[in-house]
């Protein structure tokens, strides 16, 4: 494949020399792979190439052997660095993404942005030409002397190095992988030449054990701790902020919620990590949310806002919003960037939540009384879900908890029955026919904020499901660790690029196969990045593509017509995504109304081995819920 000839070792002996004399040595490339298979990956992103071959050798070699780690090729880089931030979504564990020198790398430079912007841990690997041909204009050289893609990763990347000698590799994999998995999380980048690569290790296999190095920290300020305990002790009433960042804290949090009797809202990203059903949430506040979570804000009564695991940045603040950013304000967070976007809090507390909750149960007194179940309790969705009967259509007297509590902006249009189908309806149906532990993933635009306010799974195992359980006794120090952290609705906020579910569902779907992964993006985005469902029919993924199908950029479209602006360059062709679908390898169906839905076998569409496409033709004219951030843009911060 390379016409180079062999490279020379330190000790003067060449690698093909190495590797006719028997047993082939490990070279760095293998030493990576190993590394990798070390902390539990098993499954990586990208596209081949020259530069980035070594790699790819390796990892065949260590299936060879027996490995566990898995490739999956995506049709575009920024589809691989998508996958790889679905991925490290899923399992916790740091999403690995790989892509040749030059424009593979240049390619993922939007992705590893969304994924820097939202504090989600990626290993970002690129390949060079060899050292020797640095400054000589060779084929797509990247480096220092070329178009220099380490200085286009450095505003977007926790560390960012290129590994210049193999005795480098080893020490910058350590050290990016703890910035990577260290508050501030997010993407971390080595560029690693192709001698690099190729030169033989020194040691036959990993010399360090990095699982210990890379265990999550529980540290504490017990005197911080101890301070916010006392507030709240002389607090009159508190509200909880559940931020995108609580994860595995999130059950801690809610117990807290239990014992105090707190109501609580949600952030767009923390929504999906709580049950809509709890009798105590009060809505989403932020980027597509509902007036009643501003509403519990300002309440008068209210004295302390405990806003836990939240960047704190425009669509989860309601466009920095004064209901939540003022001197009732404490921000409990392991990140400091997170905690300096808010310097008018009462109080700042820096650690990890799930510590801190622990810390605050183990002194906080049960209720006198059980709380009330929540609509559509669990037991009765996993009975249903067990049978495989599919719940009847609901009326309005079987609703969803937002709606009955009169949360949701249009609740006509949440049950209407017109054609084309409400995107309201559409959120209500897919909640209510996909089942328990479905992950559903909104993409940036109107599906992020029809899925913030609408959608709500009615069936989720979340911390409240237990607080029977544990509402009398003490609380473990122990507490319970999600595989998981993303929850049951994953979307990306902040850099916000279109095209970002397509790939990241079929990260999910890598990562977790036995378990159904919706999701719901644009006609505009599907056009952007949609070859990447020919991936879930390369992998057999079941992956479930609702494309909301306006013939429109929505939001550019009706925030036009909203903020007064000109109607252009919205408009798009009308495209056949049930035919695209199927020319790609996929099942497809075209839905027009509610009883399309209806008819669907989605037991057979979620036991398919291969991804099935929904083209939904919406109401062109629905207006989502995006008043926030039409302030912003016409007023500012």
Not at 4 to 9: G, M
Not at 162 to 172: A, G, I, N, Y
Not at 226 to 243: F, N, Q, Y
Not at 283 to 298: I, M, Q, R, S, T
Request: net charge negative; aromatic share 6%.
């Amino acid at each position: 494949m390379f016409d180079s000839p062999a490279i020379q070792q330190q000790d003067g002996t060449r690698h093909s020399d190495r590797t006719r004399s028997g047993a082939r040595p490990m070279d760095m490339a293998d030493l990576l792979v190993a590394y990798l298979d070390q902390i539990g990956v098993d499954c990586i992103f990208g596209i081949p190439g020259g530069a980035i071959e070594p790699l790819y050798d390796a990892i065949a070699r260590h299936q060879r052997r027996g490995g566990n780690l898995s490739h999956v090729v995506a049709r575009h880089e920024a589809g691989a660095a998508f996958m790889a931030d679905g991925y490290a979504r899923e399992t916790g564990k740091i999403g690995v993404c790989v892509a040749t020198s030059g424009p593979g790398a240049t390619n993922m430079l939007t992705a590893v942005a969304t994924s820097y912007t939202n504090d989600v841990p990626l290993l970002v690997i690129t390949g060079q030409p060899t050292l020797a041909s640095f400054g000589k204009h060779g084929l797509q050289e990247s480096a220092c002397t070329g178009m220099d893609v380490m200085s286009m990763f450095r505003p977007c990347t926790r560390y960012n190095s290129l590994v210049s000698h193999p005795m480098q590799l080893e020490w910058k994999l350590i050290t990016a992988l703890q910035h990577a998995l260290r508050a501030p999380r997010g993407p971390v980048h080595l560029s690693v030449p192709l001698d690099v690569f190729r030169a033989l290790s020194k040691n036959p296999a990993p010399a360090y054990d990095l699982t210990p190095l890379l265990r999550p920290s529980l540290l504490v300020d017990e005197g911080a701790v101890e301070t916010l305990r006392t507030m709240l002790d002389a607090s009159r009433k508190t509200v909880l902020l559940i931020g995108g960042a609580c994860g595995d804290a999130v059950d801690a949090v809610m117990q807290f919620a239990a014992r105090s009797n707190s109501v609580f809202v949600a952030t767009p990203d923390g929504k999906g990590l709580i049950s809509p059903q709890h009798p105590l949430f009060r809505g989403v506040f932020g980027f597509g949310g509902h007036a009643a979570a501003e509403d519990a804000l300002n309440d008068p009564e209210v004295d302390l806002i405990l806003a836990v695991g939240s960047s704190m940045g425009e669509w989860n603040t309601g466009g920095w919003n004064a209901s939540l950013l003022n001197e009732r304000l404490v921000h409990i967070d392991e990140s400091e960037e997170h905690l300096a976007r808010t310097p008018m809090a009462r109080f700042h507390l820096r650690g990890n939540p799930r510590a801190i909750f622990a810390r605050l149960l183990e002194r906080s007194p049960a209720p006198a009384i059980a709380l009330p179940a929540a609509s559509g309790s669990a037991s009765a969705s996993q009975s249903e879900t067990a049978s495989g009967a599919r719940p009847p259509m609901p009326g309005r007297e079987a609703l969803p908890q937002l709606a009955q509590e009169g949360i949701l902006a249009d609740p006509e249009a949440y049950l209407s029955d017109d054609v084309p189908l409400k995107p309201q309806r559409l959120m209500r149906e897919l909640g209510r026919l996909f089942p328990h532990g479905t992950r559903f993933l909104a993409d940036a635009g109107n599906s992020v904020a029809w899925a913030a306010h609408y959608l709500e799974a009615r069936d989720r195992r979340q911390g409240e499901r237990r607080a029977g359980e544990r509402l009398s006794g003490e609380y473990p120090r122990e507490l319970e660790q999600r595989r998981s952290q993303g929850g049951w609705l994953r979307l990306t906020s902040h850099f916000a690029p279109m095209g970002w579910a397509i790939g990241a569902a079929v990260g999910t779907a890598a990562a977790n196969p036995s378990t159904p992964v919706v999701c719901i993006t644009g006609d505009g985005s599907m056009l952007m990045s949609g070859q990447e469902l020919s991936v879930a029919v390369a992998e057999q993924l079941c992956v479930i593509y609702v494309v909301l199908n306006d013939r429109a950029l929505g939001m550019v479209k009706h925030g036009q017509r909203l903020g007064g602006g000109e109607p252009i360059g919205y408009a798009l062709p009308p495209t056949d995504f049930a035919l695209l679908a199927r020319s790609l390898g996929g099942r497809a169906y075209t839905i027009h109304s509610p009883a399309d839905l209806e008819a669907l076998d989605i037991k057979s569409i979620c036991n398919h081995p291969g991804p099935t496409l929904l083209d939904v033709h919406i109401d062109p004219e629905a207006v989502p819920p995006m008043n926030s951030r039409l302030r912003v843009l016409k007023e500012g911060a």
